[in-house]
């Protein structure tokens, strides 16, 4: 089973390695902090940023190194839509 874990400094990231972790949440850190971070892991988990992510920052992103980005931006902006349904159930 694949367990991520979330880290928010430098210091958790590494806490996180030194633990085994295999995947490693970095959230709502800077470009400058990922690549530091990138360098830390050294490919030993997978990296992935995520926390406040806008689409036109994704490539700035992606160019410090992590393996994975991900965002709610998305869903986030997506319009809701209300919507009823009614049913008559009619017994015989």
């Given at each position: 089973m694949a367990i991520e874990i979330?880290?928010?400094t430098l210091t958790?990231?590494?806490e996180a390695l030194s633990a085994g972790a295999r995947v490693v949440l970095l959230d709502n850190i800077d470009n400058d902090t990922l690549?530091?971070?990138?360098?830390?892991?050294a490919g030993r988990?997978?990296?992935?940023?995520?926390?406040d992510v806008k689409l036109d920052g994704v490539r700035?992103?992606?160019?410090?190194?992590?393996d994975y980005i991900?965002?709610?931006?998305?869903?986030?902006?997506?319009?809701?839509?209300d919507l009823g349904l009614d049913v008559e159930i009619e017994v015989a």
């Open positions: 979330e880290a928010q958790e990231l590494e690549r530091q971070a990138v360098a830390i892991n988990a997978r990296l992935e940023a995520s926390g700035a992103i992606g160019e410090t190194g992590v991900s965002t709610s931006q998305i869903t986030m902006a997506a319009q809701s839509l």
